[in-house]
Structure formats: C-alpha cells, structure tokens
C-alpha cells in the first residue's frame, strides 16, 4: 500500500446508498469499489485483498457480521482493516462487530468527514505496520549479512596465519573488516531497539554531520570479498571531494550498502560497478551504477513502489530505502544508462551547511 492510492471496497446493497458514496468520496485519494452483496464481497477479496473494506451490517443473503467473521479467519485487523456501517440505535450489533475484529464502526446516516477521518486512521495504521514489518526484516539480513562477514573474515585470517603466509596489511585489512562489521551490528541493534521503545513502528533519526566520500568508502570495503568472489570491478569516486550532509550515519550506510548490493547481483561475472559522488545544486548526489542487463523504461517507478517486482529482480528493499532518503528530505530514484545496458541508482541529500548564530 505504500505510495499507492488506497483501495477501498464498499459492502453495500442499496444503490441510493453507492450513488450517495461515490459522490462524496469524489476528490480523495480513494480507489472505490462495491459489492452488493457478503458473497460478492468476499469473492472479491479472493481475488484482490483491499486496502480496506467498509461494510454494511445489514446485507441480503449473508449479514455484514457473518462476512466480518469470516473474513477474520483469514485476516488480521492489521492485514485487512474493516469498518462497519450501522444504524444509529444497532448497540448490540457494534459490540458484537468489535468483538469479531471490527476496527471501527459509523453510524447512518454517515458524517462523511467523521468516515474519512476514521478511514485514514486505519490506514494509517496499516502503513506504519508495513513499514514496520518491512524495517525489521531489513534488519534482520543486515544482521545475517554481518555476521556472516565477521565468520568469513575471521576464518580467512586463521588461515592465513596457520600458513605461515601472514601479510600485515592483509590481517589490518581483515580485522578493520571485522570492526566495522561488528560495530554495523551494534548500530542495527540499537536502531530495532530505538524503534521498538519510541512507540509503534516510529523510525527515529540522530542526524550528525556526516561525510559522504569516508562513508562510500566504507561501504565499498565491505563489499570487498563479495566483488573478488563474483570477479567484479567496483570503482570509487574518481576525484576526492569534501561533500558532507546532515543525516542518520546508519540510516545513510544501511541504503548505500543495499543499492551496491543490487548493483553486485545485477551484474554478471567481469562486469563494473561504479559509485560517484557529486554536488549538484546544493545537492549531494551518489550514484552506483551497474553494467547488467538493464531494465526497461517503463518498469522504473514501480521498481520502487511494488515489493513483488523487488523479489522478482531479487532487488533488495529498495521501497524502505526510499522511505529512509525522504526521511531525510532527500531523493532517490533509478535511470536506465544511455546505451540501454545497465542501470543508475541514485539518491540525494541536501549539502550540510553551518547555520548563522544570530
């Protein structure tokens, strides 16, 4: 449901009743669609689950009541928000649906600001949940990917020094790898930790100046043995800018890992991913780009917007790294390269700058 345009599925039999309903929600950011009936109704949830459902109690053949229970069978109150239409004087029939799963409930003859207002509400809701789950799931790889970077590393290094064929630089290299994995670990921690205390699903920014060249560089290292294996060329700002942005230091590492990690599946064995870093219009702007097959044009905004094109291009959460540049009222998008081999992903942030003490 994120940045889409809510789809709202309407039980209702009396066609006095849809007119009066598509009349007033002409305007808002609603998709509207009926089903006369509780069978209908459910049918059409079998088919395409809305984002919502507002339900009549009073319906021919099954009641609203006998669709709610039926419904919570499959759905949670979070997975499928449902308020229902009553009469004024039903008070059994409120309690009843709010003991079924209601979430809400409005009374005929509907207010109609009260029912958008309680429609956004539940909305709300639902989004915040998304984003939650989606958050935590991120995590959860983050965690799995360091770890793994942390045991992979170490076992090289015993190796390395059980062979007797010991580079100081090489075990500097590895143990700055485990470091940096480890303290990857403790900010991620922190962050779910952060997130979960500050209430329901509220993602909190530290923002501290932070200077982008150091943190592209770090990010590129810990892809170090991930582009060796998969014999790739990743290459690094060409010329060596001081550009510094105030953000979320973990926020900003955690995008930039993701889109070079996409840039390294996309990309076959002796391909080149490249990063820039540049300042334009006050804007600090990175760019990783890949040299795989490409996408197609029209493919591209929904390439941020819809998880399961993410999982079928096996791209890996870019949605919640959008979220988390605007977050930063920054910009993220994704462009095909000129000769249509390739793509640019690409986020911005505003250029850090000392505020005047007055």
């Not at 207002?117 to 809701?125: H, I």
């Not at 992979?152 to 940096?180: E, W």
């Not at 870093?277 to 890949?290: M, Y």
């Not at 096996?314 to 605007?326: G, R, S, T, V």
Request: hydrophobic fraction near 45%; charge should be negative.
């Amino acid at each position: 449901m994120l940045h889409t345009i809510a789809d709202i599925l309407v039980v209702e039999d009396e066609a006095i009743n849809r007119n009066i309903i598509t009349w007033r929600m002409q305007g808002t950011n609603y998709k509207i669609r009926f089903a006369v009936t509780g069978q209908e109704a459910l049918d059409q949830v079998a088919v395409k689950k809305p984002d919502l459902i507002l339900l009549d109690v009073m319906l021919p053949e099954i009641m609203g009541l006998q669709v709610l229970h039926t419904l919570r069978q499959s759905y949670s109150m979070v997975d499928l928000p449902v308020i229902m239409v009553t009469g004024i004087d039903e008070n059994e029939r409120i309690v009843r649906a709010l003991e079924l799963g209601a979430n809400d409930y409005v009374t005929k003859p509907i207010n109609f600001p009260i029912l958008l207002a309680r429609m956004q509400t539940q909305l709300s809701l639902k989004q915040l949940a998304a984003m939650n789950t989606e958050f935590l799931a991120t995590a959860s790889h983050d965690l799995r990917k360091s770890l793994a970077k942390i045991a992979s590393t170490a076992n090289q290094s015993r190796l390395k020094l059980a062979s007797g064929n010991v580079n100081p630089q090489q075990l500097l290299d590895d143990f700055t790898l485990i470091s940096q994995s480890a303290l990857q670990i403790s900010n991620i921690t922190s962050c779910v930790l952060d997130m979960q205390t500050s209430g329901f699903a509220q993602i909190r920014l530290t923002k501290t100046p932070v200077q982008m060249e150091q943190l592209v560089e770090e990010s590129m290292a810990s892809q170090r043995d991930t582009v060796r294996h998969k014999q790739l060329q990743l290459v690094g700002p060409q010329h060596s800018q001081r550009l510094v942005v105030e953000a979320d230091r973990n926020r900003i590492r955690q995008v930039l890992d993701h889109l070079i990690e996409n840039a390294i599946i996309s990309t076959a064995p002796g391909g080149c991913i490249r990063v820039n870093l540049l300042l334009a219009n006050e804007q600090v702007r990175v760019e990783v780009i890949d040299d795989g097959a490409g996408l197609r044009e029209e493919f591209m905004p929904m390439l941020l917007q819809d998880n399961e094109l993410d999982l079928a291009r096996n791209f890996d959460n870019l949605a919640l790294c959008k979220q988390l540049i605007e977050l930063h009222q920054g910009e993220l998008g994704v462009m095909a390269q000129d000769a249509g081999k390739g793509t640019t992903f690409w986020f911005s942030l505003p250029l850090f700058k000392l505020r005047t003490v007055e």
